[in-house]
């Protein structure tokens, strides 16, 4: 019989009732903004009950930067990044 991996269980707190671990997203998306853009990053979007394509779009809009689809992958890939650095924060508040 074939080794299987131990099951996980995943969590999408899409509306932050479940999780909520403070200034963490926009920390986050700051560092993944900078990298992108070379800006800094100004105002984020409402992420509440929305995608990332939905969030990382109006994000940009409201930095004065035009939504460019090849902008996507490499903020999608910088968003993966900077969310490995304050893991240890992350699963610290989602254990309250």
Do not use: H
């Not at 700051?30 to 969030?55: C, H, N, S, W, Y």
């Not at 969310?83 to 924060?89: C, D, L, N, S």
Request: charged share 25%; proline share 6%.
């Amino acid at each position: 019989m074939p080794v299987t991996a131990t099951p996980a269980l995943l969590l999408w707190d899409i509306d932050r009732t479940l999780v909520n671990i403070g200034p963490v997203s926009r920390e986050i998306y700051a560092v993944a903004f900078q990298i992108v853009t070379g800006k800094p990053l100004g105002e984020l979007a409402d992420m509440t009950g929305r995608t990332e394509r939905a969030i990382l779009l109006d994000t940009l809009r409201l930095n004065g930067i035009s939504d460019d689809e090849p902008m996507f992958n490499a903020f999608y890939e910088a968003l993966s990044d900077a969310a490995r650095q304050p893991e240890g924060r992350m699963r610290e508040a989602g254990a309250r």
